[in-house]
């Protein structure tokens, strides 16, 4: 019997690394979707090309979708400083994309029904980043009705199953995971900014350190992140 097949979002970060890994320890033949959404920098969809490698997928797409053309983000507005502070708990932080999940989950219900997939797998994860209104379970659950309801799969009882194994991971729980499934840690990008090396200093990067350190691996942390030990 072949593979049942899953697509992953895929971004180059860490924790959607993680997702398709788990995608792959669970049995599924995997479809990657990037995106180039009008983000500050292409380092993370280089990241993404040398994830996809490294795991053995053999279909990847990369999408153009220009969420930048109404920016909203510091992630897609250059004239919006990336922040540097930490998150705050309870505040929807300026790294917020306005409809980015929304937009991604739409085009990968799209790609899963066109390529009969049973499941799209997401590196969502709620802990870390609890001010994102699209990073919850509650949205998730949300989204999995609208897949049943927006498609001849899910009108006929075949709507692809939403998995997000890392939803309520902390970040340590999640390097630990990509540990043990043999995630290259080293190869996957998080920072805010583009460049040769992450740059230490936005949110990403110290919630990126403080987890590599927390779980063990100090040597993958930045320079910077080290000194949070």
Known sequence: MPSPKAVVLLSGGLDSA???????????ELIALSFRYGQRHDRELLAAQQIVAHLGIQEHFVLEVNLAQWGGSALTDAAIDVPTAGVQPDVIPITYVPGR???????????????????????????DYSGYPDCRPEYLEA???????????GLEG?????????????????????LQLGVPISLTWSCYQGGEEPCGLCDSCRIRDRALID???SDLATAIGQKLH
């Open 143 to 153: 989204m999995q009705h609208l897949a049943t309801l927006s498609s001849k799969a």
């Open 215 to 217: 779980a063990g691996r």
């Open 158 to 178: 075949n709507a692809p199953q939403l998995v997000a194994p890392l939803v309520r991971d902390s970040k340590a729980d999640i390097v630990r995971r990509a």
């Open 101 to 127: 999940n929304t937009v991604f989950l739409a085009i990968a219900l799209s790609l899963a029904e066109a390529r009969s997939a049973t499941a799209i797998y997401l590196g969502i994860n709620a802990v």
């Open 18 to 28: 993680t997702a398709a890994a788990q995608a792959i320890a669970d049995g599924y």
